[in-house]
């Protein structure tokens, strides 16, 4: 099974692109990156907390 990097960014800061789809869009292609959480979209959560449900999930749905 391929690995996935995920990049997590929980300072509300950083997240000037507004979501993770276009926060992976400024990072570029080479990035490496699969996906980016952006914390402040989740207000209240942990995103390494929903970064291993999203893996719980997929592993056993």
Same mark, same amino acid.
């Given at each position: *099974?391929?690995?996935?990097? +995920?990049? @997590?960014?929980?300072?509300?800061?950083?997240?000037? =692109? %507004?979501? !993770? $789809?276009? =926060? #992976?869009? #400024? #990072? !570029? &292609?080479?990035? %490496? $990156?699969? =996906? +980016? #959480?952006?914390?402040? @979209? /989740?207000? %209240? /959560?942990? !995103?390494? &907390? +929903?970064?291993? !449900? *999203? +893996?719980?999930? @997929? /592993?056993?749905?």
């Amino acid at each position: *099974m391929a690995r996935a990097k +995920v990049l @997590i960014v929980e300072d509300d800061d950083l997240t000037l =692109a %507004g979501d !993770g $789809f276009a =926060a #992976l869009g #400024l #990072l !570029g &292609e080479d990035s %490496g $990156f699969a =996906a +980016v #959480l952006l914390d402040r @979209i /989740m207000p %209240g /959560m942990d !995103g390494r &907390e +929903v970064l291993k !449900g *999203m +893996v719980a999930e @997929i /592993m056993h749905p």
